[in-house]
Nanobody, 118 residues
Framework: QVQVEESGGGLVQVGGSLRLSCVAS????????MAWYRQAPGKQREFVAS???????DYLHSVEGRFTISRDNSKNAVYLQMNNLTPEDTAVYYC????????????WGQGTQVAVSS
């Protein structure tokens, strides 16, 4: 059983903050790079941020300086702290893991909805 479960989304005003959580089960979490993606209505799914097993981090340019990704291997969890939110951040946010050794990818979870109103 491989499963990720996202939570923490909600409705906020421009400039607000949210912290998303993703908890994984059924994998050796410490071997996986974990990443956040998002998908707005009518658009393709888009990479947002990733953090490797060695804590190397990458961000989508438009969220650089506003979002912070982190992980806690003891909890099998990855987080996305989102500050200074804009309407362009409105989307369903998903997490996914990737294992370097064989490029195994977890299934997509249900996602968590983020809506930013102006």
């Amino acid at each position: 059983q491989v499963q990720v479960e996202e939570s923490g989304g909600g409705l906020v005003q421009v400039g607000g903050s949210l912290r998303l959580s993703c908890v994984a089960s059924g994998i050796f979490f410490g071997l996986y790079t974990m990443a956040w993606y998002r998908q707005a209505p009518g658009k393709q799914r888009e990479f947002v941020a990733s953090i490797s097993r060695d804590f190397n981090i990458d961000y989508l340019h438009s969220v650089e300086g506003r979002f912070t990704i982190s992980r806690d291997n003891s909890k099998n969890a990855v987080y996305l702290q989102m500050n200074n939110l804009t309407p362009e951040d409105t989307a369903v946010y998903y997490c996914r893991g990737n294992r370097y050794s064989d490029n195994h990818r977890t299934d997509w979870g249900q996602g968590t909805q983020v809506a930013v109103s102006s």
